[in-house]
C-alpha cells in the first residue's frame, strides 16, 4: 500500500522509469496472452518505451535538484547525464540485436524483458540516494545480465560462463552489503547518503578504523561490477559467450574509476562523461562489428577472422576503427576522450593513476594490435586455414 501510494504522489518523479515498468507489464501481458509473438510489434514497444523515457528526461532537464520518495532518490542534471547515457546505449542495443535473435530463433519477449529491466536498475540506481537503492538497483541489473549472459542456453560454454558469473556476483554482492552494514552502524543507524555523512561526523567515526574496512569491503563489491583487475576473472568468458545484451554493460573499463576520482571538478565531471560517450559509441561499434561477422560466418571464434577483410573489407575496417578508437591512437575519438580524461587527473595533481591509465592504455593498444593484424593480414602460420575457409564461404 505504501509503495501505491508513493507511486501515485510521487511517480512524475520517476516519469521514465515508470514508462518502463508499463512497458514491462504490457510485454508480459502480450506474451502470455498470445499464442503468435509479433516479434515487430515487441521491438515497436520497447523501443518506443525507449525513446520516450529519453524525452521524459530530457522535458525535465531544466527542473531544480530535487529528493524524492522519502529521501530515496535524488534527482539533478548530473544524474540524469548518466541516465541518458544508459537508455541511449539500450536504445542502441536493441536494434543491434533483431536480426541475431530471428537468425537464432530464440524468445525474443525474454530477452527484451531482460536488457529493459537492466535498464530500469541502471536508471534507479542513477538517483539511488540511500543504501538500499543503491544496493538493490544493481542487484535488478546484475540479475538480469546473468540471465543474458545465460540466454543460448544450448551452448555449454554459455552454461560454464553463468555459473562463474552468478557464482562471483552472489560472492560480490554479500561483500557489498557487509560493507554497507559497516556504514549503516558507524553512523548510528542511517541509510540517506547525506545522513551517513552527518552521522559519521557525529560521531567522529569518519577517521576509524571501522569506515576504512567499510570502504574496502565496497571497493571490492563494487569492483567486480566495473571488472577492473583482479576482479576481471568472469568478464572473458561472460563476454566471449554472450555478444548481445550484454553490449549495455559499459561500465566494465578499469579507466573509468580514474575518471570517477578525478571527477572532482567541473572538468573532472566533463571528462569523464565525454570518454563515457566515446567509450559507449566504441563498445556498440565493435559488438555491431562482431555480430555481423557472426551472422555471416556462422562462428565468433576469433582465428576466424583471417577471412573478414576478403569476405568484407568494410567491416574489417569498421572493426579495426572501434579497436584504435578503444586503444587511444589518434586521431580517433576514443584519444581525444582520454587526452581530456588524462589532462583533468594532471589538473587535480593525480599523477600516479594518470600513469596508471597510461601504462594500461599502452598495454591495450597492443592486444588490439594484434586482432587488427589479424584482421587485415592474417598471420602467414594461418594461411592454409585462410585459404580452406574463403573456400568454403564463397
Not at 536480426?99 to 531482460?114: P, R
Not at 576504512?212 to 576473472?233: D, E, N, R, W, Y
Request: net charge negative; proline share 3%; glycine share 8%.
Amino acid at each position: 500500500m505504501k509503495a501505491f501510494y508513493l507511486l501515485l504522489f510521487h511517480g512524475s518523479f520517476i516519469f521514465p522509469e515508470c514508462i518502463f515498468i508499463f512497458c514491462l507489464i504490457l510485454l508480459l501481458v502480450i506474451d502470455l496472452t498470445s499464442d503468435q509473438k509479433d516479434i515487430p510489434g515487441l521491438y515497436f514497444i520497447s523501443s518506443t518505451s525507449l525513446v520516450m523515457s529519453i524525452a521524459a528526461l530530457l522535458l525535465r532537464w531544466r527542473e531544480e535538484p530535487m529528493i524524492g520518495f522519502s529521501g530515496n532518490f535524488q534527482t539533478n542534471n548530473f544524474n540524469k547525464i548518466f541516465q541518458f547515457l544508459i537508455l541511449l546505449c539500450s536504445t542502441l542495443c536493441i536494434p543491434l540485436s533483431v536480426e541475431y535473435i530471428e537468425c537464432t530463433e530464440m524468445a525474443i519477449t525474454e530477452f527484451l524483458l531482460f536488457v529493459l529491466t537492466a535498464t530500469l536498475g541502471g536508471m534507479f540506481l542513477c538517483v539511488g540516494n540511500d543504501l538500499i537503492t543503491i544496493f538493490v538497483a544493481p542487484e535488478c541489473f546484475s540479475l538480469c545480465s546473468y540471465l543474458l549472459s545465460r540466454y543460448t542456453k544450448r551452448d555449454v560454454r554459455s552454461n560454464e560462463a553463468t555459473t562463474k558469473y552468478l557464482l562471483m556476483g552472489g560472492a560480490s554482492s554479500s561483500i557489498l552489503v557487509h560493507g554497507f552494514s559497516w556504514l549503516y552502524g558507524s553512523s548510528e543507524g542511517e541509510i540517506e547518503l547525506q545522513e551517513i555523512l552527518n552521522g559519521l561526523i557525529n560521531t567522529q567515526m569518519y577517521n576509524s578504523l571501522g569506515i576504512s574496512i567499510a570502504f574496502i569491503f565496497i571497493t571490492v563489491g563494487i569492483g567486480f561490477k566495473l571488472s577492473p583487475t583482479p576482479s576481471h576473472q568472469w568478464t572473458p568468458d561472460v563476454y566471449e559467450r554472450h555478444d548481445i545484451g550484454e553490449s549495455h554493460c559499459y561500465y566494465s573499463n578499469k579507466h573509468e574509476i580514474i575518471g570517477i576520482i578525478v571527477g572532482d571538478s567541473n572538468d573532472g565531471y566533463a571528462s569523464m562523461i565525454t570518454y563515457m560517450l566515446f567509450y559507449i559509441s566504441m563498445n556498440l561499434g565493435t559488438f555491431a562489428c562482431i555480430v555481423s561477422f557472426r551472422l555471416r560466418i556462422g562462428t565468433d571464434n576469433i582465428r576466424y577472422y583471417v577471412v573478414l577483410y576478403t569476405k568484407d573489407p568494410f567491416l574489417a575496417l569498421s572493426l579495426a576503427l572501434c579497436l584504435l578508437s578503444l586503444g587511444g591512437l589518434p586521431p580517433l575519438a576514443g584519444f581525444f576522450g582520454k587526452l581530456h580524461l588524462f589532462w583533468c587527473g594532471c589538473q587535480a595533481c593525480l599523477y600516479l593513476l594518470v600513469s596508471i591509465g597510461l601504462l594500461t592504455s599502452v598495454v591495450s593498444i597492443y592486444y588490439y594490435l594484434k586482432i587488427i593484424k589479424l584482421l587485415i593480414t592474417g598471420r602467414n602460420q594461418e594461411k592454409p586455414l585462410k585459404c580452406e575457409i574463403i573456400e568454403d564461404l564463397l
